[in-house]
């Protein structure tokens, strides 16, 4: 896999295979409209689509300390870890590009780029329980240092060390 063609921006003309990928996976995620895309992009270190065989396979967003995004996961670990984290707020894949090991790479470029700030952090849905995530996150030495949200909607909040020195 070529890894250099990987991950570009997310470009204008990108937004409503961004804003189609988003609705068929809207239970595992929130809500998404070009005006909060736009917003997310802007807020968001990275904003970028997956590339597979030349087509957007999906999308990833990245918030580093200091945004102003608004969401509660995000802000717990603001809270927690001042800048020493970036926060991978979504990743989503097209069905047809799964099984191809793209989120592997995907996340082996993000944890990457975390390496200066010592962690990627994240949540994953533990009620009702993603469990392929859950399993994916645990393989990659992912761990669980909250949770947050009310019966019928919590999310395990996970950390994963990037730092290679240090």
Do not use: K
């Not at 239970?27 to 065989?53: F, K, M, N, T």
């Not at 990245?62 to 707020?89: H, I, K, Q, T």
């Amino acid at each position: 896999m070529d890894r250099s063609a990987l991950l570009r921006p997310i470009a204008d003309a990108d937004v409503p295979a961004v804003l189609d990928l988003n609705q068929r996976h809207v239970q595992l995620l929130s809500p998404l409209d070009a005006d909060r895309l736009e917003l997310l992009r802007g807020w968001a270190s990275r904003a970028d689509v997956i590339l597979c065989d030349g087509q957007v396979a999906g999308f990833v967003l990245v918030f580093s300390p200091g945004s102003d995004y608004d969401s509660e996961n995000y802000r717990w670990f603001a809270r927690e870890y001042g800048e020493d984290f970036d926060y991978l707020d979504r990743i989503v894949l097209d069905d047809a590009f799964r099984r191809r090991g793209l989120a592997s790479a995907v996340y082996d470029a993000v944890e990457a780029a975390s390496a200066p700030r010592g962690r990627l952090v994240l949540e994953v849905n533990i009620d009702p329980p993603n469990e392929p995530s859950l399993a994916f996150h645990h393989g990659r030495g992912y761990r669980e240092v909250h949770q947050l949200g009310a019966t019928g909607h919590v999310v395990s909040l996970m950390e994963r060390g990037t730092r290679s020195n240090g």
